[in-house]
């Protein structure tokens, strides 16, 4: 079983920033992979970035030099910054662990981007 605490939506302008963060426990003691989806509104969910136990860090074309994923050795935190958000950014960000071939998922972050 894997729990996830999330945090860092809200609401911006076009062109802002917003910090998203994600903490995973529970049976994670092997390699995993965590990252973040997008779901726009009326959209499918949509692959935005990972990062991998061995510091191996994937982004979506469309975000790449715009956001960037980190991770705090200290406390197995991830983030995402994410800089200059625009208005089809909007959507509802989950955070994500693969381990094994199964897939687990956080409640997800609102970010609403207004223009």
């Known amino acids: 079983q894997v729990r996830f605490v999330e945090s860092g939506g809200g609401l911006v302008q076009d062109g802002e920033s917003l910090t998203l963060s994600c903490v995973a426990s529970?049976?994670?003691?092997?390699?995993?992979?965590m990252g973040w989806y997008r779901q726009a509104p009326g959209k499918q969910l949509v692959f935005v970035a990972s990062m991998s136990t061995l510091y191996k860090i994937n982004y979506v074309d469309s975000v790449k030099g715009q956001f960037t994923f980190s991770r705090n050795n200290r406390d197995d935190k991830v983030y995402l910054q994410m800089k200059g958000l625009k208005p089809e950014e909007t959507g509802i960000y989950s955070c994500n662990l693969v381990k094994d071939i199964q897939n687990y998922w956080g409640r997800g972050s609102r970010v609403t981007v207004s223009s």
């Open positions: 529970g049976d994670i003691i092997s390699f995993y992979i």
